[in-house]
């Protein structure tokens, strides 16, 4: 080895080598915990854009920013409403509101004292 180098390669030189190849491992280790911190957030708070979050986050590395809002949108508190539980008046309200903008009849409305028709909804 020495002939190829010119120079010799002493048992220091190994243990700097392997101390290098530590910290670059371990700074690629924090590069990758650091980029999934949203996503990871976005998950543990069931977040329901979680998916976007986490791209987001992960497209940080090509500047900071794209990071800060990855990182902002995870931690914003979101309600998420299930329309299958709206009181009937609103889920018929909206029914109808659907219907006019897609140009059709609304159905019409249970009558009195009969449960309501689950089966309509999607």
Do not use: C, N
Request: charged share 15%; glycine share 8%.
């Amino acid at each position: 080895m020495e002939a190829l180098l010119g120079f010799h390669i002493g048992f220091w030189d190994y243990i700097t080598f392997l101390a290098i190849l530590l910290i670059l491992i371990a700074l690629r280790a924090a590069i990758i915990i650091i980029l999934g911190l949203p996503g990871r957030i976005a998950i543990a708070h069931y977040h329901p854009q979680a998916d976007a979050v986490t791209t987001l986050g992960w497209l940080g590395f090509l500047g900071v920013v794209p990071w800060v809002y990855a990182l902002i949108w995870a931690l914003k508190p979101t309600d998420v409403i299930d329309i299958r539980y709206m009181p009937e008046e609103e889920r018929r309200a909206t029914d109808a509101m659907i219907a006019r903008l897609a140009g059709k009849e609304p159905s019409p409305p249970p009558p009195p004292g009969e449960p309501p028709d689950r089966s309509a909804t999607p």
